[in-house]
């Protein structure tokens, strides 16, 4: 049973527009949620993070966005470059119970176009 | 720092042969994680290690795979006997205070 799903294993989106990365989870006790950012041939990168007591977390370029009530979050990049090409993992994790390894999603690529 | 360094980048192997894949975490990390990732199951947590001791192994797949941690500075993942199936990429990650960081990887495939 995945607990933590990318439903989108690709997106294409315009250089310059807003890229939206969706990811859905089940386990209702996940309180810390990441996303990863993974090049052709290197090991995922962290990029963004964001705590349950929170609803957004935002980094410069990019904004993650926490909706506990559905179990959802996204990562929003603004604008997208053709550096932002590559897959995106969205991970989440239960703190305090010890040092479990995060769950991952299957990753989305997004490819942006020039 | 060098980061998490991991060897080899590629192995490729015959079935039935042994795979050792290597790992060297950043230093003071006192957590260190493997990962498999392959394109049906994306990435999946292995096993872990707090302080050199696995904590968690309930995601080796089979009695095939194996991972050690003997110092603090190195751990490997043994695959004998080798299977197709477990062509992947291999990811070691360690971390302090809760923040992965990941090595390059190392693909591995099995003819």
């Known amino acids: 049973d995945q607990q933590v799903k990318q439903n989108s294993p690709s997106l294409s989106v315009q250089e310059g527009r807003i890229s939206i990365l969706n990811c859905d989870y089940t386990?209702?006790?996940?309180?810390?949620f990441l996303w990863y950012k993974k090049y052709p041939a290197e090991g995922p990168t962290f990029l963004i993070s964001?705590?349950?007591?929170?609803d957004k977390n935002e980094d410069g370029r990019f904004t993650v966005f926490l909706n506990k009530s559905a179990k959802h979050l996204s990562l929003h990049i603004v604008p997208s470059q053709p550096g932002d090409s590559a897959v995106y993992f969205c991970a989440a994790i239960i703190t305090g119970g010890g040092a479990d390894g995060l769950t991952f999603g299957k990753g989305t690529h997004l490819i942006i176009q020039p | 720092d060098a980061g998490v360094i991991q060897s080899p980048r590629h192995e490729v192997t015959e079935m039935g042969q042994e795979v050792t894949l290597r790992c060297k975490p950043i230093?003071?990390?006192?957590?260190l994680f493997w990962y498999r990732q392959t394109m049906m199951r994306g990435l999946e947590l292995l096993i872990y290690f707090n302080n050199n001791v696995p904590i968690d192994d309930s995601g080796m797949p089979e009695d095939r795979f194996s991972a050690k941690m003997p110092n603090a500075s190195f751990s490997n993942l043994k695959i004998q006997p080798s299977e197709p199936r477990d062509s992947a990429v291999y990811f070691c990650?360690?971390?302090?205070?809760?923040?992965?960081?990941f090595g390059e990887g190392s693909r591995l495939t099995v003819l």
């Open positions: 230093s003071g990390h006192d957590y």
């Open positions: 964001i705590s349950s007591i929170k």
């Open positions: 990650a360690s971390s302090q205070t809760g923040e992965l960081f």
């Open positions: 386990n209702s006790m996940f309180d810390y």
